[in-house]
């Protein structure tokens, strides 16, 4: 395991339903980011969180709100999702958010919405 | 267009063989280009890293290569064992930022 969890594994919310993934990494990082993987499709980055400030939103729909409490946590709110919104959410954290510094990746949440 | 473009989508190989994927990218200015390996129901896991003044990497049964001048980029497996079957995906580092550029992967599936 890569030192960054992500719970829960497997999720499945209706479009009312509200819930929240949770991401924790353990390497001591000062970044985190959240990303969508759907099938066939490259890795789109949602968000990038550096010293717990959020520092790059990629025009994700206001239905996903992201929360960083402290360094080492990371939390995706969902609200009135979509199905087309199903995926697999992967958490990442690296030392920095600048540079060229290695990312870390959890095992993703496997969403799916009904 | 994406940056990253890899080829073949998915390709089935017979346990002990050997397989070369390919990366091309468009990435400028070019930092560095990683080959993660992302196992079903797992996040990717980072298997080389080059930067542009590396050729060659090798992890293992997998060998990496780079060729900054053309923007390519292989990754070979040699002697491929079933745990080999996963999704081989491309990452490009543009110099100066964190932000990567990701390939589609590469869909490797090994049978016995």
């Known amino acids: 395991e890569t030192g960054v969890t992500q719970t829960p594994r497997h999720l499945v919310m209706g479009m009312t339903n509200k819930k929240s993934l949770k991401c924790e990494q353990h390497l001591g990082h000062n970044a985190m980011y959240w990303y969508k993987q759907s099938a066939k499709k490259p890795l789109e980055l949602m968000f990038v969180?550096?010293?717990?400030?959020?520092?790059e939103n990629n025009s994700v729909p206001s239905r996903f709100s992201p929360e960083c409490p402290n360094s080492s946590h990371l939390f995706l709110h969902l609200h009135t999702l979509q199905p087309e919104d199903s995926a697999l959410y992967l958490c990442?954290?690296?030392?920095?958010?600048?540079?060229?510094?290695?990312?870390?990746f959890g095992p993703g949440t496997r969403l799916t919405v009904l | 267009k994406n940056q990253v473009e890899q080829s073949p989508q998915s390709l089935i190989i017979l346990e002990g063989k050997n397989c070369t994927l390919q990366?091309?990218?468009?990435?400028?200015?070019?930092?560095?280009l990683r080959w993660y390996k992302q196992d079903t129901g797992r996040g990717p896991v980072s298997l080389t890293i080059?930067?542009?003044?590396?050729n060659t990497k090798s992890n293992g049964r997998y060998t990496a290569t780079l060729d900054a001048d053309t923007k390519q980029s292989s990754l070979h497996i040699t002697a491929s064992q079933l745990s080999d079957s996963a999704s081989y995906i491309c990452?490009?580092?543009?110099?100066?930022?964190?932000?990567?550029?990701f390939g589609k992967g590469n869909q490797v599936v090994v049978i016995p």
């Open positions: 969180y550096s010293l717990e400030e959020r520092v």
């Open positions: 990366c091309n990218y468009t990435v400028s200015p070019f930092s560095n």
């Open positions: 990442a954290s690296s030392r920095l958010a600048v540079g060229n510094n290695e990312q870390f």
């Open positions: 080059m930067t542009f003044s590396e």
């Open positions: 990452v490009v580092s543009g110099e100066g930022n964190n932000r990567l550029a």
